[in-house]
């Protein structure tokens, strides 16, 4: 069973920045696609960032500029590294893996979660 841990939560002042990062621990073969998400209160999950094996990213566009998606593929961590915070990026923060476990079978693996929230 893959296992997704996050850490870097916190609370922030507009304009700040955060750091979150999210390490998978179990059997694993390989992550192929590995990143963040959000979920602000009333509204539906939506991708914040996202990076594949390779290296390449996809993000939203309200983010885009400000927020900085990375991973450490041999170690199974991704980091996002978070500027410019503005209130609407509020939100609990879920790491998400998707990929192959030790014994062959596919995963999708969410963590339990961190809380953003940028106010003054």
């Known amino acids: 069973q893959v296992r997704l841990v996050e850490s870097g939560g916190g609370l922030v002042q507009p304009g700040g920045s955060l750091t979150l990062s999210c390490a998978a621990s179990g059997s694993i073969f390989s992550i192929y696609v590995m990143g963040w998400y959000r979920q602000a209160p009333g509204e539906e999950r939506e991708l914040a960032a996202v990076?594949?094996?390779?290296?390449?990213?996809n993000y939203a566009d309200s983010v885009k500029g400000r927020f900085t998606v990375s991973r450490d593929n041999a170690k199974n961590i991704v980091t996002l590294q978070m500027s410019d915070l503005k209130p609407e990026d509020t939100a609990a923060y879920y790491c998400n893996a998707d990929g192959i476990d030790g014994e062959g079978l596919g995963f999708n693996t969410w963590g339990q979660g961190t809380q953003v929230t940028v106010s003054s």
């Open positions: 990076i594949t094996t390779g290296g390449n990213t």
